[in-house]
């Protein structure tokens, strides 16, 4: 072989199969428990970060929420790494004039079963993406504050952490072998980065709301 020959096939293998045994170590670190402790974080965030930008004042915040409960650092870590992002993807969503008649479409006084009900027809149809997890979490906000004059009165944080935890059990049993196969919440950042996350994000909830459409027309 000529000296200086280039080795760069080689380098390029050796890098591959480093990238995927360091993935298969980051899956294995990351537990269905991981995925859930750290949705909950995530979604409280999201919701009280709404609350705020839309003005609603009697809103519950985070220590309310929260009711003195702890939440590791690293937990706080990963809202500060993805939360610009989900309040992107909330920000389109809101723009979703089918998405907003579906969510209108329902009572406003719906009882938590009902809401998760649906979440079930809406979310579980096995297309999996980031955009439909965060549409998840814009889900539930959307149905907090539309629920939050008719339970105010009836301890209305008690009623959000309620919301907040049947959802993340939803999600746990739907997208959590997904996240963690993407190699944990962190990964967003990589579908963010995709030019194309914004169209995709929006078909994949459009397919949702003809879901919800047939779903009605059923009953």
């Known amino acids: 072989m000529a000296e200086g020959g280039s080795d760069t096939p080689c380098d ?12 298969t170590r980051f899956e294995r670190q990351v537990s269905r428990d991981d995925v859930g402790e750290q949705a909950t974080v995530l979604l409280q965030h999201f919701i009280v ?7 609603f004042e009697n809103a519950p915040g985070l220590d309310e929420l929260r009711a003195g409960h702890a ?9 500060s790494e993805v939360g610009s992002m989900l309040r992107s993807i909330g920000d389109e969503l809101d723009r979703d004039q ?14 938590i079963e009902a809401i998760i009900a649906v979440a079930h027809v809406v979310f579980l149809d096995g297309d999996i993406s980031w955009g ?3 549409g998840l979490f814009y889900f539930a906000y959307r149905m907090a504050a539309r629920a939050i004059d008719s339970v105010l009165e009836k301890s209305f944080p008690n009623w959000i952490n309620k919301l907040i935890k049947e959802v993340v059990k939803f999600l746990v049993l739907k997208f959590a072998h997904w996240i963690i196969s993407k190699g944990g919440w962190l990964a967003i950042r990589e579908y963010m980065g995709s030019p194309t996350w914004i169209w995709g994000t929006l078909v994949t909830l459009s397919a949702s709301c003809l879901l919800f459409s047939l779903y009605k027309l059923s009953r």
């Not at 390029?12 to 993935?23: N, V």
């Not at 939440?71 to 809202?79: A, G, I, P, R, T």
Request: hydrophobic share 35%; aromatic share 4%; glycine share 2%.
């Open 12 to 23: 390029e293998t050796d890098a591959s199969t480093r990238l995927r045994i360091e993935q």
């Open 49 to 55: 970060e709404r609350f705020q930008q839309d003005g």
């Open 71 to 79: 939440v590791s650092s690293e937990q706080e870590v990963v809202w």
């Open 98 to 111: 089918e998405l907003q008649r579906m969510i209108n479409s329902i009572p406003a006084d719906s009882p």
């Open 132 to 134: 439909r997890i965060v």
